[in-house]
């Protein structure tokens, strides 16, 4: 396995959350619909902040998430801007270029040093746990919440898989 699944998995899971969730959007609570807004677009921004790191250009973004709340087509946009760019880099990315390390600052001033791979794994991980709160809020108002597991991409990319299991 290697980084350009896990990166085209992660596209694929973040529209399938998005379009079931732009479906029953208005069906929200207030206060739940904007929290499936801000949580998504948090893990949008700290994207698009690793992303200027990754490629050593300024951030856009001075804090880990926005002051005004996007719409979800504005989400929807910047999320795959951003996760087109990863599954792009990830598929030209050589070993070498994994492993350099990216020395940065954090949106609170700290400092910090990663590898890219280091890097990209933490997106990963954060985009999912990020991705699970934002799903709790359609189980917790009894909605249908997205099919959108790692196993259930790979049966769908591919369905041989499925036979003789």
Sequence with gaps: MDFSTAFQYKKWANKKL????EQQFSILPESDATFFVRILNHTTVVDSLFISRIL???EKYSGDNTVETPTLSELRETMNQNDSWL???VGAASKE??????SFKFVDGDTGQMSVEEILLHLLTHGSNHRGMASRVLAENNLERPKD???RYLHQLEPSR???G
């Design 87 to 89: 599954v792009q880099y």
């Design 97 to 102: 270029e994994l492993k350099r390390v990216v």
């Design 18 to 21: 998005l379009d079931i969730g």
């Design 149 to 151: 597991t790692f196993t």
């Design 56 to 58: 050593g250009k300024p």
């Design 162 to 164: 499925r036979v003789g």
